[in-house]
């Protein structure tokens, strides 16, 4: 879990940190493996506690066809999170849930094995139902339109 401590002054941070804080799970198709890199700085402005930093992280998800997990590398050179001194405790700031946000953010919502497709694609497009435009469903093809005058 992210727990930093925090001052009156600048702090300079650079940690690598376990990924189990995302609460991520196979069952969710998401998943991380490696550390999640943190580098930056945290300070206070008035009465905020402010963090500037830099994120990598490398997540897992199933491909889009066919289900071989892709790796996807996940960079936020300019995060930024800030909150209220008092609602922070003591000297120690919980950045579990705002670094989850910010990552889980920027996860694509299709993932492919190659670049831009699938490269198992050729081998799975035989069991795939192929419809052309014209013969595929038309829900509105029977419709009688009346008018009246």
């Known amino acids: 879990m992210p727990i930093l401590s925090i001052s009156n002054t600048e702090v300079h941070i650079e940690k690598m940190l376990n990924p189990t804080f995302l609460q991520l799970s196979e069952k ?5 493996t490696k550390p999640i890199y943190l580098k930056g700085m945290i300070y206070p402005v008035d009465q905020w506690i402010c963090i500037q930093a830099e994120i990598h992280a490398t997540l897992q998800l199933p491909c889009a066809t066919c289900n071989e997990p892709v790796s996807i590398d996940i960079s936020l050179p300019k995060w930024t999170h800030q909150e209220e001194r008092d609602s922070i405790n003591h000297t120690c700031w919980d950045l ?4 989850r946000e910010a990552i889980l953010v920027e996860v694509p919502f299709l993932a492919y094995c190659g670049n831009r497709t699938c490269h198992n694609r050729k081998e799975i497009e035989k069991f795939l139902h192929k419809t052309s ?9 029977n419709l009688q339109i009346s008018r009246t005058t």
């Open 96 to 99: 579990s849930q705002p670094l």
């Open 133 to 141: 435009q014209q013969n595929g469903h038309q829900p509105f093809a």
């Open 28 to 32: 969710d198709d998401l998943t991380a």
